[in-house]
């Protein structure tokens, strides 16, 4: 009890600031961000300036998602923070695509947690994003090999099993380095590579759902209709009415 008042008596000691979160500032690969309950940014590291667009948080301050990103992500997001803050339960490492353009093939792992006053009440959401391709460990160079290997090839079917014979790995160990680095299996994250690349040409084409599916690494149009409700909160005919065009 006595540590907590100690905690509590020192962070009330602090001057008035971002102190603390400065830090965030010398985390190149981390996109730090806090929102208020209108998904206003109200700090924001210079990572997530850069996914912004923006030189300066001073840029972004009570701007929102929709101020810097597409209409679809930015939905995303607000989604997203709604979510945390209606539940009060966080996020916790979640893959998904990367602030960037429309399309981009890269990943990002997210987490967000609800932020609330001295009175309990939850008044917006802080989190961090980092991107998947710089959460290796060990053998850098054949864990890069095997996330370029699944972007290039993932409409193909891509056994556990050669991906880890690509890191020099036995399937277990591979698989079990694999969840720690990117917080989910090698299977799941080859399905969210496939769904962003069909939610991608749901946007850019008019080609018929079922081709997209079976271009994009589904050969099941059941098992991809809820792989897609599953990642995108929505079916893939309800996201092309809202994004195409």
Not at 110 to 137: C, W, Y
Not at 185 to 190: A, D, E, G, V
Not at 195 to 205: D, F, G
Not at 219 to 244: G, L, V
Request: proline fraction near 4%.
């Amino acid at each position: 009890m006595k540590k907590t008042l100690d905690k509590e008596a020192f962070f009330d000691r602090l001057a008035p600031g971002q102190q603390v979160l400065q830090l965030f500032d010398w985390l190149p690969d981390v996109s730090f961000f806090v929102k208020d309950r209108q998904g206003r940014f109200m700090a924001l590291n210079r990572r997530g300036c850069e996914y912004c667009g923006i030189h300066s948080e001073d840029e972004a301050i009570g701007k929102t998602d929709h101020d810097f990103f597409p209409k679809t992500r930015a939905d995303e997001y607000r989604e997203d923070d709604l979510q945390v803050m209606r539940s009060k339960e966080a996020i916790i490492n979640r893959i998904e695509s990367a602030p960037e353009e429309a399309g981009s093939p890269r990943l990002v792992t997210t987490s967000k947690i609800p932020l609330k006053d001295r009175r309990g009440r939850v008044i917006g959401v802080a989190g961090f994003s980092r991107q998947v391709e710089r959460m290796q460990s060990g053998s850098a160079d054949s864990m890069e090999q095997v996330m370029q290997y699944i972007h290039e090839h993932y409409r193909e079917d891509i056994p556990t099993g050669h991906l880890a014979e690509m890191a020099s790995l036995s399937a277990s160990h591979f698989e079990r380095r694999f969840r720690l680095a990117f917080g989910s299996s090698p299977r799941q994250y080859l399905i969210r590579v496939r769904v962003e690349n069909a939610a991608r040409k749901l946007r850019e084409t008019d080609d018929r759902v079922t081709s997209i599916a079976q271009r994009c690494g589904f050969y099941d149009h059941a098992h991809f209709s809820r792989s897609f409700q599953r990642i995108m909160n929505m079916s893939p005919t309800e996201y092309r009415k809202r994004n195409q065009g």
